[in-house]
């Protein structure tokens, strides 16, 4: 399944200290370069080895959970990896003239960053690009869909302590957490869009309680853990972790928007809920979050169906987020 983003302006934000997400107000310093990026760090990242640690270019967009993913990572291994974050893909508002979108109204269009289109043939984010010691982008060796990105930070980043570790140097708990991490990407990631962008009230609600099935499904894989506190449980984070973590603090959305909420206090969900509580308390994921207000009004484009995107002209098609197509889901 496809696991990025496809949703203004180039808005290069050079590494620094600690760089600035866009969506997120005031820089708060840091070790090494990132979506609040600023001034180029001269401070030794406390975690780093001898060597000089990877460096990457991070094409990416504030709003995307796809790209969220990688944030989480490269925030996850903060000073063993440095990035560049540059913000990629955005919305322009053109006249829906031949009413594509089903609403009779103004259309969002996607603009792309040429360096966006040139690396990823996809041009979707979340892109990674590595930087040569010498400074120059290695677009040749360019990384991206989203759950990759995750799994090629951690292997650059090549923590000695194993906790710190998103995929498990264990061979079976490897498998596990990829299994996981591709089964909530289509059962508790995918129909977010479904309940968004489809127009029927009745399938809306179908792709809702899809999601909430599988967020269940996971909470009762988590209980044979004893807790909680990640999917592996005991405080650490798996790529399975980060492959949820952007649309579970997304969801909030839904009762704005449609009026649903997720069910935390059913007992079914008891282990989901401690896992959010956690997941959500850890500071190398609370600088990655984007404004609540500002994402709830970008994500009325999808609510209202006017949004052109490759996600959104795959549900709009009738196919699950994960589904799509270059060739079918143009825009």
């Known amino acids: 399944g496809r696991t990025m ?17 866009p969506h997120q107000l005031p820089p708060i ?8 990026s600023r001034v180029k760090s001269t401070m ?3 975690l780093a080895a001898k060597n000089a ?23 996850h291994h903060a000073g063993l990896v440095d990035y560049e974050w540059v913000e990629a893909l955005g919305w322009e508002q053109r006249e829906d003239d ?6 009779g109204k103004e259309w969002w269009y996607h603009w792309k960053a040429d360096e966006l289109k040139r690396v990823n043939p996809s041009a979707l984010v979340p892109t990674l690009i590595p930087v040569d010691k010498d400074g120059k982008a290695n677009e040749e060796r360019s990384v991206y869909e989203s759950l990759i990105t995750i799994d090629y930070v951690d292997a650059i980043a090549n923590p000695t302590d194993e906790k710190l570790r998103l995929v498990p140097a264990d061979p079976y708990l490897s498998a596990k957490c990829r299994y996981w991490a ?26 809702f309680d899809k999601l909430v099935t599988g967020l269940k ?5 988590m209980e044979k853990n004893g807790d909680a506190r990640g999917f592996l449980g005991g405080g650490r984070l798996s790529n399975t972790d980060v492959a949820l973590m952007p649309w579970a603090f997304r969801y909030y959305i839904f009762e704005h928007y449609r009026g649903y909420t997720i069910p935390v206090d059913e007992p079914e969900l008891h282990a989901y809920k401690e896992w959010f509580d956690f997941v959500f308390s850890l500071e190398s994921v609370k600088r990655t979050l984007p404004d609540k207000d500002k994402y709830l009004e970008h994500i009325g484009k999808y609510a209202d169906s006017s949004a052109r995107s490759k996600v959104a002209n795959a549900v709009r098609r009738g196919v699950a987020a994960h589904e799509i197509e270059d060739d079918k889901d143009t825009y």
């Not at 790209?67 to 989480?72: D, N, P, S, W």
């Not at 499904?217 to 894989?221: H, L």
């Open 182 to 207: 591709d089964k909530v990407n289509r059962e508790c990631c995918s129909p977010y869009y479904g309940v968004l962008v489809r127009t029927d009230e009745q399938e809306r609600k179908e792709n």
């Open 217 to 221: 499904a996971f909470s009762r894989e």
């Open 5 to 21: 983003c496809f949703m203004t302006r180039l808005v290069t934000h050079p590494s620094a200290v600690r760089s600035q997400l």
């Open 53 to 75: 640690v990877p460096k990457l270019r991070y094409l990416s967009a504030w709003f995307c959970p796809y790209a969220h993913r990688a944030t989480i990572a490269l925030e």
């Open 29 to 36: 310093p840091r070790s090494r370069g990132g979506p609040n």
């Open 44 to 46: 030794s990242p406390p």
């Open 98 to 103: 031949k009413n594509v979108t089903g609403t």
